[in-house]
């Protein structure tokens, strides 16, 4: 089956440097994308990686490692607005290219 | 930001009705998709279209329908409503950039309760 395993909660102070990783339990798929989601709203996207390494987008980082079957998002200079759940996401080539994501991990940013 | 409207964004149904929820997308992106979204299951896909009348079910697509008959307009339909179908629903549209990135955009979610 097609699985990604994402921790549920992840707590920060303001200023910090935080890692939320995915796993994931499948193979041949396209890429590996992070979405983020505040409380009562819509999912936005963050990143994508279609190869493994390291993409980089202002305060937020994301990693693949295709080999290790693993990925992060990394954000930094953390600020209260960051409060929100974090989701990553596969694109599966089968099905006509949908879209699975995790659970998704809570980030709680305190003073 | 892609142009992605649901409707209606709020409603209150009983058991046993049907019940459809509209997904409106204005950027002409070929693969639409419908989630829902419970506490600790994150997003479930329920039905996605590759193309105009081209869909096919997801995870969680027992008691679902869908209909796409334009580009633009996804329709998910709840054959007769369950209270077990109370649900945050997204629609999200799926952008295709050069050299393979893609990028998903999302409704603004439609909070059904079958009651």
């Known amino acids: 089956g097609q699985s990604l395993e994402q921790p549920s909660e992840v707590t920060a102070v303001e200023g910090a440097i935080v890692q939320i990783n995915c796993t994931y339990q499948?193979?041949?798929?396209?890429?590996l994308s992070w979405y983020q989601q505040h409380d009562g709203g819509a999912p936005t996207f963050l990143s994508y990686?279609?190869?493994?390494g390291l993409e980089e987008t202002g305060r937020f980082s994301s990693f693949l490692s295709r080999s290790d079957s693993y990925g992060y998002l990394l954000l930094q200079e953390l600020q209260m607005k960051d409060s929100a759940s974090y989701f990553c996401a596969v694109r599966f080539p089968t099905g006509y290219s949908t879209l699975t994501f995790g659970k998704g991990t809570m980030l709680l940013v305190s003073p | 930001d892609a142009g992605i409207t649901q409707s209606p964004r709020h409603k209150v149904t009983e058991t046993g009705t049907p019940v459809t929820l509209r997904c409106h997308q204005t950027?002409?992106?070929?693969?639409m998709y419908w989630y829902r979204q419970d506490p600790g299951h994150g997003l479930r896909l329920i039905h996605y279209?590759?193309?105009?009348?081209?869909?096919d079910k997801g995870e969680v697509s027992d008691g679902y329908s869908v209909s796409r008959s334009k580009t633009e307009d996804f329709l998910l339909t709840l054959e007769s409503a369950t209270s077990s179908q109370t649900s945050v629903y997204f629609c999200?549209?799926?952008?295709?950039?050069?050299?393979?990135?893609?990028?998903?955009?999302f409704g603004q979610g439609t909070r059904l309760t079958v009651v």
């Open positions: 990686n279609a190869l493994d």
């Open positions: 499948t193979s041949g798929f396209y890429g």
């Open positions: 950027e002409n992106h070929r693969y």
């Open positions: 279209s590759y193309g105009v009348k081209d869909t």
């Open positions: 999200a549209s799926m952008a295709e950039y050069r050299g393979g990135n893609t990028e998903a955009f």
